[in-house]
């Protein structure tokens, strides 16, 4: 088969910056399609006579799909349900992307939980988490581990409060847009990767936390009903991500095992195969 991969909005230059955070997506998608055996594209437009794997949908902002090209939707986006500060901003969120939605005939979903409340809404998706990969394996093992806290990502007050507290005692870096190999070098320098959800009810971060894996990035995560690998990775409730994150900071000999043990878990779940079970239900 011959597969497009286009990243919707990249001929936009507001989106241009923040669009590279799904370069990483296409790139195991790519490897996972040729691992089978398939042709692969990247671009930005969708083409004719291929299977187009639409990714960043929600920069269309509610427009429907052409109907005359064979498409999948990569949904990445979370939805949420039982948290009220979140409700108002994403009711209007939510109406525009199943507009998209339900112009495609195909959608892939890294959440079961995803899919079942697109379900719920009358939008049929199929289960396509995000898997392994040696050829993504991109961040120095043999850096000098300088910085005690990375975070990358939007902020707001509910991830200020546990990153300035943790500032207090440790060197903290935090980082907005930036994507790619300078993302990557400081990744390599970090002992410990922190993940806090930006509202209080949130789903398992596949996009990072799988990157992460593959390349035996050691992380504390704030805890999630959602879980996924927890025999292997740290979470922790919003209350006890300092502690947590200071526990590993003065056992630093638990990081290098707490990471490779994920790695180990993850390499077990190579992309090509996750790919193969979505494609044989289309």
């Known amino acids: 088969m011959k597969f497009n991969i286009v990243l919707v909005g990249t001929q936009k230059k507001k989106d241009l910056v923040h669009l590279k955070i799904l370069l990483d997506v296409s790139q195991i998608l790519q490897l996972g399609l040729e691992d089978l055996g398939h042709e692969v594209s990247l671009g930005s437009s969708l083409t004719k006579d291929t299977l187009n794997i639409i990714l960043g949908y929600h920069h269309l902002w509610g427009k429907r799909l052409p109907a005359d090209y064979d498409c999948i939707i990569y949904q990445l986006e979370q939805f949420y ?3 009220e500060s979140a409700v108002d901003l994403l009711s209007n969120f939510k109406a525009e992307y199943h507009r998209t939605l339900r112009s495609c005939r195909y959608i892939w979903d890294f959440s079961k939980a995803n899919i079942e409340y697109l379900a719920n809404c009358g939008i049929k998706a199929t289960y396509k ?7 993504m394996q991109r961040i120095k093992s043999d850096t000098k581990k300088d910085i005690d806290i990375l975070f990358y990502g939007s902020t707001n007050p509910r991830r200020l409060r546990i990153l300035n507290e943790l500032a207090k005692k440790h060197k903290v870096i935090r980082l907005f ?3 790619g ?3 990557d070098d400081y990744i390599s320098r970090a002992k410990i990767v922190l993940g806090v959800h930006f509202y209080q009810a949130m789903l398992f971060d596949e996009v990072r936390t799988t990157f992460l894996m593959n390349n035996s990035t050691f992380m504390v995560l704030e ?8 025999e292997v990775l740290v979470y922790a409730e919003y209350d006890k991500l300092i502690e947590t994150c200071e526990y590993y900071l003065e056992n630093e000999n638990l990081i290098s095992e707490k990471a490779a043990q994920a790695f180990h878990v993850f390499s077990r779940y190579p992309e090509s195969e996750f790919l193969k079970s979505a494609i044989e239900e289309l």
Do not use: L
């Not at 805890?223 to 927890?230: A, G």
């Open 81 to 83: 349900e039982n948290d």
């Open 129 to 135: 988490p995000i898997g392994f990969h040696p050829k």
């Open 177 to 179: 847009g930036v994507y």
């Open 181 to 183: 190999s300078e993302r």
């Open 223 to 230: 805890d999630t009903p959602h879980r996924k690998y927890d």
